[in-house]
């Protein structure tokens, strides 16, 4: 740890300014990931900037009966919003299943979707790590591996992306709000986080300085069929081995629409849209889960500790899609 | 001198004397003690696992505003050689292990320290290490004894033969992992050395046994030593050995005479040098005739060490005494690795060493088609199969019955994978628990009369979160007759009458039997009606019936698990546990004492785990993101129940210990519901989702 100034941001611009130019300036949500980093030598600012104290506090509706979440609402508020519980409840139980309430309580949106990798070696500053130090080698790979990808890993990198309520966001097609020098962009999630390739060090397609303002998560009625499930190897204060987050959408028997994401097995959050595609149309039965869920992990690579996320992804589409079929079908006769 | 104390104040439900200053923040625990100008220190650790300090660069680190001193192996003041390779840090050059200390920054703030650590550029004459533990490797030796002097090995009849002739046999490894003891408060220290006397807060499991370790091995007087540690945030036996990190706050209090050092670890350094628990490979082999009588029991039990300093965990001990049986064996090899030093964690050899046999006797009660309870009762012993001595009380049977019945045991389908609902294939599983009555002698107490009805009772015994505080003022109360009222405690302190380690259980039993020998003694000088300021200091009488009686404390633990069909997510719904562990002294702090055990138990069962990565040497999940301890939500149903156990041979009080127990056979019981609920027979633990996936 080193000694470093703390501003109080008070517009995004000014923090964007500040931020942007000076490689060793980074913005502090809730801090309860940069802390760590802070004390375990992974990260060493000279200049934190605090944006909690922006106008992102938010979480507002959309004209098209979405809603929009400002960066800095806290997870723990966010989850206990009511749209959020009856419109899109994969997201309150997202939110739910990760940390604990101390930490939701402080943890911001903005932050959940930038917090990095829990990987063992990563969070250990005498080992090896391409992520932390640009062009070093993988320490992971030839190592203890349980909590690693089996999808869209690299050479380089076979680090998972920690969060849970991205998981939620991306299969809810939600999209990421970010001020830059130059203007405000728009990121869909499930394009904000990158698979690591040649450059693990990059979590996220933003630049230096970028700030996430906000998150809109578009209208979905379906998504009040929602599920998020998440296997973890103790009931509470864990990442997840492997969740899902999935909503339903079942007409005559047949899949009208579906949206399936996948934690704790990549880089970034997992959209499974070679699942999603095979099961439009057909009928949504168990088999037929299986089969979407099969061939959307037909090319995991799993490694030496964690070959049996294969098998509980595939397990956990198929429950969570079949407990998503079987309330629409209660739906439909009540 | 074991004449029974009749129990009027003992065995009631008094509250904790210290939980309302504990809970609102009041008990000062080793690093919140009050100190003028406290100094910070942070440790240098070794990134090479084996080699030679070549060169410690602390030259940008010195100049650092705010930095008092800095330590290393070519800098530090002088221990007595041949003492404890383990606790001899800073006098040669030479790295045993990874994350070993070799060296420190002492500053104004805890974080220039840290600043200034991170400056320190050292390099290594680095050789090949080797931490690698398995079974076949051909180094493997015999120790000459096991922790802590029993016999390392031992041969009764052929087991060999019995096993080959048997009817029934189980023959299977079973393997437990490394695991770190990780007591809520880490590992705490402030030294301050006047120039003539060390003071010492610290969070230890003994004053005592610390001074008499620190003096000599900075040659002081003990008198010129002072431990104090009125709160201690649990210890688990990682705090009952010193460790170096304690000898590494009085070097730096050597450097700055007058200032107090402040070292409070941080949880990643307490999976470096203040001990843990082997890891075991066990190979267990059971043979019975078709009735499930044993015929022969054997444990061959393989375990590491340091190469830096050996200790031989006790694993093979249970096996020796648990169950009738006329053959029998137990062996002990060690792997001695470049690894830092193992030592005691909660039961060490029982804990472990119940384990394995435990789940093979439920795989032998499959083999004679018996239910696993009546497995047990039919080998109950009549004495105690490994000395022949008679048992002071034993009623493991009672504990099986008891537990059988409140549990709801009976009722179970015996087929294993058989009951499936909610999405959980639902199983149930029992398992035995023992705990010796150790005790060690020693202990001093001294009983004072204030006046006006009120006694003081001072020794140096150490509360560790066990409720010490309260018990011994409920022994002292019945020992001299008076009400727990009239009684004050004081403890925690170099200054107090010379007391024992809290450790093996043994803290009441020695403690509390030099109490009664004080107030016996007070009485017999002062009589009835003292003068104030009369005052009496004894010591613990050996316990005459020592190698007259075999004495252990019992216990049956049953396990409901429920194992998610779909992610293999195994979680417990219910515990119990049924102990016979003599008269117990406080319904409230025993309760607290055995469900924590239990709890630990289930967190050895489920989830605990310290990987060690090879090619670096170091356990790579030292945070408590990664290395699971059970969260409260892992602990739906956690009951602890004692049947009535009148035992006048142990000690005065009639207690047994029952720090320890909770935590024996747990992991047994729950891996055996596992297996009931699944059909899948988990022999390593921890028992993780990924067994039941395929």
């Known amino acids: 740890m080193i000694p470093f100034d703390y501003q109080r941001a008070t517009d995004a611009d000014t923090a964007v300014a500040t931020v942007a130019p000076n490689p060793r300036a980074t913005f502090l949500g809730g801090g309860t990931n940069l802390v760590d980093h802070l004390k375990l030598g992974i990260a060493e600012p000279e200049l934190v900037v605090d944006v909690t104290h922006l106008p992102f506090d938010r979480v507002e509706p959309l004209d098209d009966g979405g809603l929009r979440i400002g960066a800095g609402v806290r997870n723990s508020d966010l989850a206990a919003d009511p749209r959020v519980r009856v419109r899109y409840p994969v997201l309150a139980q997202a939110l739910l299943s990760g940390a604990s309430w101390q930490l939701r309580n402080l943890a911001t949106t903005g932050g959940n979707l930038l917090q ?149 097995v990549a880089h970034k959050p997992w959209r499974a849209r070679l699942a999603e595609q095979a099961l439009i149309g057909r009928r949504a039965v168990a088999g037929e889960f299986r089969a979407a869920a099969t061939a959307e992990l037909a090319d995991a690579q799993p490694l030496p500790d964690n070959g049996f996320k294969v098998p509980m992804a595939r397990n956990m589409i198929v429950a969570v899609l079949s407990e998503l079929a079987g309330e629409e079908r209660r739906d439909e006769t009540t | 001198m074991t004449k029974p104390l009749e129990p009027l104040v003992m065995g009631g439900v008094t509250p904790r004397v210290d939980g309302i200053a504990k809970v609102t923040g009041r008990a000062p625990y080793a690093c919140e003690q009050l100190v003028e ?61 990874r994350g070993q200390l070799i060296g420190a920054v002492v500053a104004e703030t805890p974080e220039i320290a840290r600043q200034a650590a991170g400056l320190i550029s050292v390099d290594y004459e680095v050789r090949e290490h080797d931490t690698a533990f398995s079974a076949d490797r051909d180094d493997l030796y015999k120790p000459d004894v096991v922790n802590p002097s029993f016999a390392t090995d031992t041969l009764t009849g052929d087991p060999d033969r019995a096993f080959a002739a048997a009817e029934r046999a189980v023959d299977a490894v079973y393997t437990t992992p490394m695991y770190h003891n990780n007591p809520m408060e880490p590992h705490a220290t402030i030294a301050v050395w006047s120039g003539e006397t060390l003071t010492l807060y610290d969070s230890t499991q003994g004053v005592h046994p610390l001074r008499r370790t620190i003096a000599e091995l900075f040659g002081l007087a003990e008198d010129d030593v002072r431990v104090v540690a009125p709160f201690v945030g649990g210890g688990f036996g990682s705090k009952g050995k010193p460790h170096a990190n304690t000898v590494l706050a009085v070097l730096a209090a050597l450097r700055l005479p007058g200032r107090a050092v402040k070292f409070a670890l941080t949880r990643q350094q307490m999976f470096s040098f203040v001990g843990y628990r082997t890891p075991t490979i066990q190979h267990v082999r059971l043979a019975a005739d078709a009735s499930g009588r044993l015929t022969s029991i054997s444990n061959d039990v393989i375990e590491q060490t340091a190469k830096l300093k050996e200790f031989a965990e006790q694993t093979g001990l249970p096996a020796r005494s648990m169950y009738a049986a006329e053959n029998r064996r137990t062996t002990h090899r060690l792997a001695a690795l470049d690894v830092a030093v193992p030592s005691w964690m909660r039961a060490p050899g029982e804990c472990p060493g119940m384990f394995a046999p435990e789940v093979a006797m439920d795989e032998l009660a499959e083999a004679c088609r018996m239910d696993p309870v009546e497995l047990r009762v039919r080998n109950e012993p009549d004495v105690d199969p490994e000395s022949g001595l008679p048992f002071s009380s034993r009623n493991l049977v009672a504990c099986l019955r008891d537990g059988a019945h409140r549990f709801g045991w009976y009722g179970r389908q015996p087929l294993p994978r058989s009951i499936l609902h909610d999405g959980c294939w639902w199983g149930t599983g029992v398992a035995s628990s023992v705990y010796p009555v150790n005790q060690s002698p020693g202990s001093a107490a001294t009983v004072r009369f204030l006046g006006e009805g009120r006694y003081e009772v001072r ?8 409720g010490a505080w309260t018990v011994l003022g409920q022994i002292a109360a019945d020992a001299l007759g008076v009400g727990y009222g009239d009684v004050s405690v004081d403890i925690g302190d170099t200054n107090l009458p010379w007391a024992s380690v809290a450790g093996g259980s043994s803290g009441t039993t020695n403690w509390g039997s030099a109490i009664v020998a004080a107030a016996r003694a007070f009485r017999d000088e002062h009589g009835a009606d003292p003068a104030p300021g009369s005052e009496v200091t004894a010591t613990q009488q050996d316990n005459p019936n020592t190698g007259r009686y075999a004495m252990s404390a019992y216990g049956a633990q049953f396990a409901e698990v429920a194992v998610d069909v779909d992610t293999g997510e195994v979680r417990v719904t219910r515990l119990l546990g049924v102990f016979a562990a003599g008269r117990i002294l406080n319904p409230k702090t025993a309760r607290s004492q055995l469900i924590g055990g239990m709890t630990m138990g289930l967190s050895m069962a489920l989830h605990e785990h310290s990987v060690l990565d090879n090619r670096f040497g170091f356990v790579v999940n030292h945070d408590f993101a990664e290395y699971h301890i059970a969260s409260c939500a892992d602990v739906a149903s956690v009951e602890a129940r004692w049947i009535d156990e009148e035992d006048p041979y142990v000690n005065p009080m009639g207690s047994k210990g029952i720090g320890e127990i909770g935590i024996v056979g747990t992991a047994a019981a729950i891996a055996n519901a596992v297996y009931h609920a699944t059909g899948v027979r988990v022999r390593d633990l921890p028992i993780t989702a990924d067994r039941f996936l395929e």
């Open chain 2, 459 to 466: 020794i140096g015994a150490v509360d560790i979160g066990t």
């Open chain 2, 37 to 97: 100008r406290p100094a910070y220190l942070h440790p240098v650790q070794s990134e090479a696992a084996l080699g030679r300090i070549t060169g410690f660069d602390a030259a940008e680190a010195a100049t650092l505003k705010g930095v008092l001193a800095v330590l290393s192996p070519f800098d530090s003041p002088s221990l007595t050689p041949g003492t404890d390779p383990e606790l001899e840090i800073l006098q040669s050059p030479e790295v045993a292990f």
């Open chain 1, 116 to 264: 990095r990798t829990r990987c063992e070696y990563f969070q250990d500053v005498t080992t090896p790590c391409g992520k932390r130090e640009p062009g070093q080698s993988c320490s992971a790979i030839g190592g203890y591996t349980r909590n690693h990808a089996i999808l869209g890993a690299s050479p380089r990198c076979v680090a998972v992306h920690p969060s849970d309520m991205a998981v939620a966001l991306v299969a809810l097609d939600a999209v990421v709000h970010v001020r830059t020098r130059e203007g405000n962009h728009a990121v869909p999630v499930a394009d904000l986080h990158r698979l690591p390739g040649e450059h693990p060090e990059w979590d996220t397609v933003l630049g230096h300085g970028d700030l996430i303002t906000g998150v809109d998560v578009p209208s979905l009625p379906f998504a009040e069929t929602s599920r998020y499930r998440k296997a973890r190897d103790r009931a509470s204060y864990a990442f997840a081995l492997v969740s899902v987050a999935a909503a339903l959408d079942v007409a005559d028997g047949l899949v009208r629409d579906v949206r399936i994401a996948l934690g704790g």
